[in-house]
């Protein structure tokens, strides 16, 4: 898991942000997947660890939407960004 982590850290096609609204100061977790849908959360709080990695965009958004994450309106591309 640990290398397919760094491979999209490298590798990414988009990002997202999405935060945890109920909290006194928003907490923001950090979305990036590749082309063929894998997926890594990444927690910027915590030095940018990895907090949850899945085979699918879908599985890794019901992880965030379970912990009543709210998906930030837009996705930054890996395009846009270089």
């Given amino acids: 898991m640990l290398s397919h982590a760094q491979n999209l850290a490298d590798n990414w096609d988009f990002t997202e942000l999405w935060i945890d609204p109920t909290a006194s100061l ?15 959360v990444y927690d910027p709080n915590q030095n940018y660890q990895l907090v949850f990695s899945s085979d699918t965009y879908e599985e890794a ?16 591309t890996a395009s846009v960004a270089a």
Avoid at 29 to 34: G, P, V, Y
Avoid at 61 to 76: H, T
């Fill in 61 to 76: 958004k019901l992880w965030l939407l379970e912990d009543e994450y709210e998906r930030v309106e837009g996705r930054l």
């Fill in 26 to 40: 928003p907490y923001v977790l950090i979305l990036l997947s590749d082309s063929s849908g894998k997926s890594c």
